[in-house]
């Protein structure tokens, strides 16, 4: 099953592997370290200033959701505090598409909308009904009271840390201030009934400065963690719950296994149709023309049959390697073992195979670990210019390992929308997991992950 990515290797399409020498997108280096950089960094000025919204936000939310929770709940003895109840649940899911704006636009932070209230009928009562029954309701009030508390102590330590550190950093700049204006000496550290200490000298300012550099430098990372854990409230609390995204992701994975099957069936029909079938007319094509002369030139018509004759052999090679492309006989008989062992046999470079499995799994997973190495194995004939080339098969408790290695050109990027990509997509569609590690100049690490189901 030939699948063809493309011209791959050293062309900067097909496979995506880009030409050598050439820089890739977005590659950037910088001459100061991340340390240095951080204060004056656009990501460290935007979890800021979402520190700063989230102390009047979780306020307006904190207040709504305990006011509106607390009538509903004292006017649970009459008929009113039942849509009471349900307008706080729904406002709490209101205020979470803003939080969820807010993360998307400040920290970058992607978090997909949770799953839309399902009502099996129209009306007030059935809204009422699917805003109580929902998940999604309870944990946006969940992060209603949650998240209060812990922005207040956020936005409590981020202005801290960011006044003083600025403050104390420029103070050379602006200690005159005290002199000046207030008949003190400098800014004081400490004063009592018989002592006073200014920060008024040379050496004092200097060491105020370097403590305001410590802490502008650390802010950003405080500030970062901070957020951090706001990330997780978000993710966690804002957004789909893990049973709508798996079932999210079941729901792409069987339209992926069905784009797939559905290219094989042309695939096959297109093969068939332009190979074997071809060939099969133009034979019947030929042995009626020789049948025609067998009495009037005998000589010519044992030349048609002959030639027939080869067109039989070509077509049966043809479908031979089409029933090998569907499923080898091979497989089925003897296992990944013989079939990677013939697979590799037909690589242009010299391949080692090792497979080290005690059991069989299912034929489903079987078949799909044997035509991922098959097509990564075809593609490094084509494309990759190597001169060896290794496959590693294992199992890892209910994971079934694959890896291919190959000394070629390297570049493989899975992300550039290449066949890699695709061959990604059919193993995410059994739950596998496909990790390409291709510095450019190699070498080629390929390496495949699928879950193990027995017979």
């Known amino acids: 099953m030939a699948t063809d990515y493309g011209q791959g290797y050293g062309h900067g399409h097909g496979l995506g592997y880009p030409e050598r020498g050439l820089p890739e997108h ?24 979402y520190v700063l919204l989230g102390l009047p936000i979780s306020i307006m939310l904190f207040v709504y959701a305990v006011t509106m929770v607390s009538l509903g709940a004292g006017l649970l003895v ?14 709490c899911r209101g205020f979470g598409v803003l939080e969820r704006t807010r993360a998307r636009a400040l920290l970058h932070l992607d978090v997909g909308d949770p799953e839309p209230l399902r009502t099996r009928r129209g009306g007030f009562m059935a809204w009422i009904g699917a ?17 209060f508390p812990w922005a207040v102590f ?23 201030v005290f002199p000046t204006w207030t008949g003190q000496d400098g800014l004081q550290l400490f004063g009592d009934e018989t002592h006073n200490i ?49 079932v999210v992701e079941l729901e792409s ?22 190979g074997a079938q071809a060939r099969l007319v133009a034979l019947a094509m030929d042995l009626g023309l020789a049948k025609e002369k067998l009495t009037e030139d005998p000589q010519a018509a044992a030349k048609m049959v002959d030639e027939a004759h080869g067109e039989v052999k070509t077509a049966l090679q043809e479908l031979r390697d089409l029933a090998r492309g569907i499923h080898p006989a091979v497989l089925t008989d003897r296992g990944l073992d013989a079939a990677l062992s013939a697979v590799a046999s037909r ?109």
């Open 253 to 274: 994975d069987r339209g992926t296994v069905v784009d797939t099957a559905a290219a094989d069936l042309r695939r096959i029909e297109r093969d068939l149709h332009d």
């Open 78 to 91: 009459t008929f009113l505090g039942v849509p009471v109840l349900a307008a706080a649940l729904a406002g």
């Open 347 to 455: 690589c242009t470079v010299p391949v080692e195979v090792q497979v080290d499995l005690e059991g069989r799994p299912v034929p489903a997973i079987e078949g799909i670990a044997y035509f991922t190495v098959s097509e990564l194995l075809q593609n490094i004939s084509k494309h990759a210019r190597a001169t060896w080339a290794s496959v590693d098969v294992w199992r890892v408790e209910d994971r079934l390992m694959l890896q291919v290695v190959d000394n070629g050109v390297g570049g493989a990027d899975v992300s550039s929308g290449s066949g890699l990509a695709g061959l990604a997509e059919r193993l995410d569609a059994v739950d596998g997991i496909l990790v390409v590690d291709s510095p450019k100049g190699g070498p080629t690490r390929v390496t495949a992950e699928l879950p193990w189901r027995t017979v």
């Open 154 to 176: 956020s936005f409590a330590v981020a202005v801290s840390f960011w006044t003083y550190g600025w403050a104390l950093l420029t103070y050379p700049l602006w200690f005159w």
């Open 26 to 49: 977005g590659e950037r280096r910088h001459r100061l370290p991340a340390v240095l950089r951080a204060p004056f960094e656009a990501r460290s000025w935007r979890e800021f200033g």
């Open 131 to 147: 805003v109580l029954k929902s998940g999604t309701s309870w944990r946006a009030l969940l992060y209603a009271v949650v998240n």
């Open 198 to 246: 200014y920060l008024d000298n040379p050496f004092e300012i200097t060491v105020t400065a370097l403590v305001g550099l410590v802490f502008t430098l650390a802010t950003p990372w405080i500030v970062r963690a901070l957020t951090t854990v706001d990330r997780v409230m978000v993710h966690g609390l804002l957004g789909p719950s893990r049973l709508a995204t798996r």
